[in-house]
């Protein structure tokens, strides 16, 4: 017969190795529609390349901090975020939830062919 606390014991376990304990930020992403044509763009898009290690807007090394604040965002302005190699999920995420304290951006994130 199994004593109390090897029952406790063995609960106690199951629930602390299926618990989360860390925070997931939520990220709304919203798939692209068909084409709309080519309508020639009242503001010029930000280009945004992001390495494992480095972003670039524009062509202009920028840290990850500082990005918010680097883009001098207008209304309504488009936004191509390129992933090159080895960018991982996390890396897109952080990247994201800095870009949607930022208003007025539509963000296109490139997918690899």
Known sequence: MTSLIDVIFLL????????TFST?????????????????????PL???VAEDALAL???????????EAMNAEAEQPVIVSLQ???????LTD??????NV???????LGQG
């Not at 106690?12 to 618990?19: A, D, E, P, Q, Y």
């Not at 208003?103 to 994130?109: A, F, R």
């Open 12 to 19: 106690l376990l199951f629930f602390m190795l299926t618990s």
């Open 24 to 44: 997931f930020a939520e990220v709304e992403l919203t798939a692209g529609g068909a084409g709309q044509g080519a309508e020639a763009a009242a503001v010029p």
């Open 47 to 49: 280009f945004l390349r």
């Open 58 to 68: 524009n062509g202009a090394q920028v840290p990850l901090e500082a990005l918010a």
């Open 85 to 91: 190699d080895g960018v991982t999920a996390q890396r």
């Open 95 to 100: 990247l994201l939830v800095v870009l949607r």
């Open 103 to 109: 208003p007025g951006l539509q963000i296109t994130v």
